[in-house]
T-cell receptor, first 115, second 112 residues
């Protein structure tokens, strides 16, 4: 089973709303990631968690707040977003961090529209 | 600056033709992955290559990792409409610790 599950599939939120994206994997992977992808562009790394600790934050605005409640779950809390934050948000996981030759598996993504 | 140069950016071919997508870099990668992505979906892993000079086959898809682990190619034989999608190469540079580098992607369209 190489499945990363993301919910919701689609989310529409206003600029004053607070919402969360959720991600789950049961592959025993110890690294989890959030990526943002705009249309016809490659995914852009936002955050990396390694062994439930935030190891990389790619200078992401504080209106995006990641959380790793346990080794299987990863959340992305959203608050006061801007319309330009509308994108496909991808969760991913790997056995360990990619630099050691491990493979990253992506979820199906959460389509976010900020109105 | 794109660490991984992927070419071509767009490829439109007829069913039954062959195609090759290239991924090149001046950096050495500990591993390199190829993904295919359909609109509105997440990237689906096709293959991971780890060893320099490695060749892997997945049905009509052949993946090659350069001897120096700086480049890779994806060759599709007798393309079918189901091969249509965005193909992404992604590499893990040495000591990247989670920072997977992506190519810009190749949009492949196979028409019947």
């Amino acid at each position: 089973d190489t499945e990363v599950t993301q919910t919701p599939k689609h989310l529409v939120m206003g600029m004053t709303n607070k919402k969360s994206l959720k991600c789950e994997q049961h592959m025993g992977h110890r690294a989890m990631y959030w990526y943002k992808q705009k249309a016809k562009k490659p995914p852009e790394l936002m955050f990396v968690y390694s062994y439930e600790k935030l190891s990389i934050n790619e200078s992401v605005p504080s209106r995006f707040s990641p959380e790793c409640p346990n080794s299987s779950l990863l959340n992305l809390h959203l608050h006061a977003l801007q319309p330009e934050d509308s994108a496909l948000y991808l969760c991913a996981s790997s056995q360990d961090t990619a630099g050691q030759g491990n493979t990253i598996y992506f979820g199906e993504g959460s389509w976010l529209t900020v109105v | 600056t794109q660490l991984l140069e992927q070419s071509p950016q767009f490829l439109s071919i007829q069913e039954g033709e062959n195609l090759t997508v290239y991924c090149n870099s001046s950096s050495v990668f500990s591993s390199l992955q190829w993904y295919r992505q359909e609109p509105g979906e997440g990237p689906v892993l096709l293959v991971t290559v780890v060893t320099g000079g490695e060749v892997k086959k997945l049905k009509r898809l052949t993946f090659q990792f350069g001897d120096a682990r700086k480049d890779s190619s994806l060759h599709i034989t007798a393309a079918q409409p189901g091969d249509t999608g965005l193909y992404l190469c992604a590499g893990a540079p040495r000591d990247s610790w989670g920072k997977l580098q992506f190519g810009a992607g190749t949009q492949v369209v196979v028409t019947p």
